[in-house]
């Protein structure tokens, strides 16, 4: 298998730097082991590699990713038991948004890296996870632009344009590095062709779409490798 091409690789490598200049640039408030996490993720940089040029067959590759599993769950005890929450329950009000961003950041940037082997074994070629997710609730961040919060065994916040989305459906949601708009952080992008498609299927789990549905996922990807 090419490995050094395989864009799940590529886009777990621009995670990497995306999460180390998150822990070196956010001001996260409360008690987390700053130096030892950034040496952590500095270090996940020669595993990226070995898998990078390992040149190994996918149903091999969980193997050699075993010790960058390893050092996300070291990072997860680095930053302290309830790190996401306590981080944005200690910031002040003037960092709300730059600590909201820094959290969502750090959470895509670590599951991109821990859940590396999955996508290589299922052939992704987008090189992040679209997953079946249900619209919790909706409300209006502007007249033309929606904020959801969204259900994919975790919640999520989506912002989206496409007005016709409501509470209770079940969408394709791809988990892409995190925007701001209108001062709120959307964690993924609703998948559509012509409007957003709508789903069955057990939330959180791979969504199947065709592949048109992705064209938006593969720009976005593209534009983060090139960033």
Known sequence: MDTQNNINILVAEKSLELLRRTLENTRFEGVWKKKESIQTTESMKSDLMAIKFS?????????IVVPVKEKITKLQSLLGEG?????????????????????????FSMNTLYFLDRRIKQNNQYGVDTLIGKILSV?????????????????????TNDMSIKEGDVVPVSILPPKEFH????????????????????????????TEGYKETMNMIQDFLKH
Not at 189 to 204: A, V
């Open 83 to 107: 790190w996401s929450s306590n981080f944005l329950s200690n910031a002040r009000k003037e960092n709300k948004i730059s600590t909201k961003m820094g959290v969502s950041r750090i959470i």
């Open 55 to 63: 040149y190994a067959e996918k149903e091999n590759i969980g193997e």
């Open 183 to 210: 001062g709120y952080v959307s964690e993924g992008m609703f998948c559509g062709i012509d409007g957003i498609l709508r789903l069955k299927g057990e939330i959180g789990s791979i969504a199947e779409i065709p």
């Open 139 to 159: 409300s209006k961040a502007s007249e033309s632009l929606l904020i959801c919060n969204v259900d994919i065994k975790r919640a999520i916040t989506v912002l």
